[in-house]
């Protein structure tokens, strides 16, 4: 049965997020639910220039969701289907103004020199030029709208006080805006009232702004006189007092404007959110059972400046919750101790052996897996729209580790405790079958800590580290966990880990200072058999476990029975032969690359770039576009 998505809110930021889910869930149902519809929305009476205003949060974020909102304003621009949208030159003055953190996302942006700043007025101030995207909300929202309702989605007007209303859905995203105050309970979402004017002046060609609040920004059709910024009003009706104040201080910066006609007067509220944009998944109690919500609010004043990047991630949120595991989540740790375990295996060894090639082999999946997988992880960071292949690699990728991950743990467990406590020369098989047991004991405690871990606490969130976490999680690397249970949860999870680590790290500096036990630890190997131990056998000997004999004719040598313990593997692994180490890694290299050569070829050709002008090279075209674009061609 195919899932049943709802996503709250029909701006500007409701409606991409829709479409976006639409687009890349091509099984789900997707249902669109507003109060107010095109052109009622507080969206519509933007000017819709691009450019972080009125928001909080990283810039690393904003600079990110930024420029794949600019990349597809301009693409859609360039296809010439959506009304309302353009390229603009403009430029922002303030009192010591700073660089811009978005200065590379714009297709050009310079520091203001002291001639420009005069010929506008703004002696002694700071600013920056820029060439940018503009897009009308109240043109571009109904295209938008069309074309998530040609792909099959549905669209309610109605309004949902209470999330219990949607209890028959699997999912529900929240892109209510203001309104998540209420819904959701969040008393960090605030009004931040804006008043505009918008006039009859086809002289202005540029956008300009000032800080604290005055700014002309021309559309298609009018010029957009602002503005207020009055942070806790929730008024929505006109201040006669305001409009007056805005055209006061915009014709006193271009004269011009006193001809200029007065067509409509419009207020609003941005939803702003200290802390900046909540983008992240929330499991919650909707009527009588548990729902994932994917929140997506508090763009503040930057509706139109990250839409499309947030839906994008936004997206990404469900297709985890289905299976799809974050490719980060154990890379580092795996990789960390995979690189121990093979200096631990090979430490003080002139010879390698075959049940260290059969370690080798596995420990250099494990590498490659953790390589690939961080690879995957950052360009899933930089390129959200890439969510499918990477999410289809983390699925193999977690899938083909595990059973080798215990493999590993549990042989690796047993040589660093035996070579830990080597109890000179005398061995009792006893205990080495209690030490045994302790390294599977070990790694299933690992494994299960792991899966409790993500059942409680709602799993890893990758790239979503927008937003800070709510009051009673606790956040570790790439887990975000809640309530007590979970903390308890993650805080044995990461003990378990650092104790491994610690050991593999003890053992090798022990085996570096210690001769004795560096020699012992070479002797423990059930598989160093020589000649001499046949040998001394026929001579009448009888050598103990790890017991020094003499060597036959051909020179001296160091015989050792096989542990108990470890007969059924050598007898296992002796199959494997005796193949040298380069040959092991090239092969364990290669069939990894064979094994994951499908999602690779996915993901590059998900990528690839169209062929672009060299005017038109700043703006990169995402892989959303191409496969919206084979979408398109296939329904035609």
Same mark, same amino acid.
């Given at each position: 049965?195919?899932p049943?998505?709802?996503?709250?809110?029909a701006?500007?930021?409701g409606v991409?997020?829709?479409l976006?889910?639409?687009t890349?869930l091509?099984?789900?149902?997707?249902?669109?639910?507003g109060?107010?519809?095109?052109?009622?929305?507080?969206?519509?009476g933007?000017a819709?220039?691009?450019g972080?205003?009125?928001?909080?949060?990283?810039?690393?974020q904003?600079?990110?969701?930024g420029?794949?909102?600019?990349?597809?304003?301009?693409?859609?621009?360039?296809?010439?289907e959506?009304?309302?949208?353009?390229?603009?030159s403009?430029?922002?003055?303030?009192?010591?103004?700073?660089?811009?953190?978005?200065?590379?996302v714009?297709?050009?942006?310079?520091?203001m020199?002291?001639?420009?700043l005069?010929?506008?007025?703004?002696?002694?101030?700071?600013g920056?030029?820029?060439?940018?995207?503009?897009?009308?909300?109240?043109?571009?929202?109904?295209f938008l709208?069309?074309?998530f309702?040609?792909?099959?989605?549905k669209v309610?007007?109605?309004?949902v006080?209470?999330l219990?209303?949607?209890?028959?859905?699997d999912?529900?995203?929240?892109?209510?805006?203001?309104?998540?105050?209420?819904?959701?309970?969040?008393?960090?979402?605030?009004p931040?009232?804006?008043?505009?004017?918008?006039?009859?002046?086809?002289?202005?060609?540029?956008?300009?702004?000032s800080?604290?609040?005055?700014?002309?920004?021309?559309?298609?059709?009018?010029?957009v006189?602002?503005?207020?910024?009055q942070r806790?009003?929730?008024?929505?009706?006109?201040?006669d007092?305001?409009?007056?104040?805005?055209?006061?201080?915009?014709?006193?910066?271009i004269?011009?404007?006193q001809s200029?006609?007065?067509?409509?007067?419009?207020?609003?509220?941005r939803?702003?959110?200290?802390g900046?944009?909540?983008?992240?998944?929330?499991?919650?109690?909707?009527?009588d059972?548990e729902?994932?919500?994917?929140?997506?609010?508090?763009?503040?004043?930057?509706?139109?400046t990250?839409?499309?990047?947030?839906?994008?991630?936004?997206?990404?949120q469900?297709?985890?919750?289905y299976?799809?595991?974050?490719?980060?989540?154990?890379?580092?740790?795996?990789?960390?101790?995979?690189?121990?375990?093979?200096?631990?295996?090979?430490?003080?060894?002139?010879?390698?052996?075959?049940v260290?090639?059969?370690?080798?082999?596995?420990?250099?999946?494990?590498?490659?897996?953790?390589?690939?997988?961080?690879?995957f992880?950052l360009l899933?960071?930089?390129?959200p729209?890439?969510?499918?292949a990477?999410?289809?690699?983390?699925?193999?990728w977690?899938?083909?580790?595990?059973?080798?991950?215990?493999?590993?743990?549990?042989?690796?467990?047993?040589?660093?405790l035996?070579?830990?406590?080597?109890y000179?020369?005398?061995?009792?098989v006893?205990?080495?079958?209690?030490?045994?047991?302790i390294?599977?004991?070990?790694?299933v405690?690992v494994?299960?800590?792991?899966?409790a871990?993500?059942?409680?606490?709602?799993g890893?969130?990758?790239?979503?580290?927008?937003?800070?976490?709510?009051?009673?999680?606790?956040?570790?690397?790439?887990y975000r966990v809640?309530?007590?249970?979970?903390?308890?949860?993650?805080? @044995?999870?990461?003990? *378990?880990?650092v $104790?491994?680590v610690?050991?593999v790290?003890?053992? /090798?500096v022990l #085996?570096? !200072? +210690?001769p004795?036990l560096?020699?012992?630890?070479?002797?423990?190997?059930?598989l160093?058999?020589?000649?001499?131990?046949?040998s001394?056998?026929?001579?009448g000997?009888?050598p103990?476990?790890g017991?020094?004999?003499?060597?036959?004719?051909?020179?001296?040598?160091?015989?050792?029975?096989?542990h108990?313990v470890n007969?059924?593997?050598?007898?296992a692994?002796?199959?494997?032969?005796?193949?040298?180490?380069?040959?092991?890694? @090239?092969?364990?290299? *290669?069939?990894? $690359?064979i094994?994951?050569?499908?999602?690779?070829? /996915?993901?590059? #050709?998900? !990528? +690839?770039?169209?062929?672009?002008s060299?005017?038109?090279?700043?703006?990169?075209?995402?892989?959303?576009?191409?496969?919206?674009?084979?979408l398109?061609?296939?329904?035609?």
């Open positions: 049965m195919a049943s998505v709802a996503v709250l809110g701006g500007v930021v991409s997020t829709a976006a889910l639409r890349d091509e099984h789900a149902e997707v249902t669109l639910i109060a107010e519809l095109t052109p009622d929305t507080t969206g519509d933007s819709g220039v691009w972080p205003r009125s928001i909080a949060g990283p810039h690393i904003l600079n990110k969701w420029r794949l909102t600019h990349d597809f304003i301009h693409q859609l621009w360039q296809e010439g959506c009304p309302g949208l353009g390229i603009v403009a430029y922002d003055v303030e009192e010591n103004m700073p660089e811009p953190f978005w200065k590379d714009p297709f050009s942006c310079t520091p020199t002291e001639r420009d005069a010929e506008g007025g703004h002696q002694g101030k700071k920056y030029r820029y060439v940018t995207v503009y897009a009308e909300p109240s043109k571009m929202l109904p709208m069309k074309r309702r040609d792909r099959g989605g309610i007007k109605a309004r006080k209470t219990d209303e949607l209890s028959g859905y999912i529900i995203v929240n892109c209510t805006g203001i309104g998540a105050r209420e819904l959701v309970g969040d008393e960090k979402v605030m931040v009232r804006g008043q505009v004017i918008k006039v009859h002046a086809p002289s202005v060609k540029n956008a300009k702004f800080f604290p609040g005055t700014y002309v920004i021309p559309n298609d059709e009018f010029v006189l602002g503005g207020t910024a806790g009003d929730w008024r929505v009706d006109i201040d007092g305001d409009t007056a104040a805005i055209l006061a201080r915009c014709r006193r910066w004269p011009s404007l200029a006609r007065v067509e409509r007067v419009w207020a609003g509220l939803p702003f959110r200290d900046g944009v909540r983008l992240e998944v929330e499991r919650r109690m909707v009527a059972r729902v994932p919500v994917v929140h997506n609010y508090g763009h503040g004043g930057s509706g139109v990250m839409f499309w990047g947030c839906a994008l991630q936004a997206t990404m469900p297709a985890e919750l299976g799809w595991v974050a490719a980060a989540a154990a890379a580092p740790l795996q990789a960390t101790l995979a690189v121990g375990l093979l200096c631990l295996l090979h430490a003080g060894r002139a010879r390698w052996r075959t260290d090639l059969f370690l080798v082999a596995v420990v250099a999946q494990q590498l490659v897996a953790a390589l690939l997988a961080l690879g992880s899933r960071l930089m390129r729209e890439a969510a499918a990477c999410a289809a690699f983390a699925w193999g977690t899938a083909l580790r595990t059973l080798q991950a215990s493999t590993v743990a549990s042989m690796a467990a047993d040589r660093v035996t070579a830990q406590w080597p000179k020369y005398r061995y009792s006893r205990r080495n079958q209690i030490r045994y047991h390294g599977v004991l070990a790694t405690a494994l299960v800590g792991t899966a871990l993500f059942s409680a606490g709602g890893a969130h990758g790239a979503d580290g927008a937003s800070a976490p709510a009051p009673g999680e606790c956040t570790f690397l790439p809640s309530g007590q249970f979970g903390v308890f949860l993650l805080s @044995l999870h990461v003990l *378990l880990a $104790v491994t610690a050991a790290v003890a053992v /090798q #085996l570096c !200072l +210690r004795r560096r020699h012992a630890h070479s002797d423990l190997n059930p160093n058999h020589t000649a001499s131990d046949t001394a056998s026929s001579a000997a009888a103990r476990y017991a020094m004999t003499p060597g036959t004719a051909a020179g001296a040598g160091v015989a050792t029975l096989p108990p007969r059924r593997r050598r007898r692994v002796r199959r494997l032969g005796d193949f040298r180490w380069p040959t092991v890694a @090239l092969v364990t290299v *290669l069939c990894h $690359v094994n994951h050569l499908p999602y690779l070829l /996915q993901l590059q #050709l998900q !990528l +690839r770039p169209a062929s672009q060299a005017a038109s090279s700043k703006a990169t075209v995402t892989g959303w576009t191409q496969r919206l674009d084979s398109e061609r296939r329904v035609r």
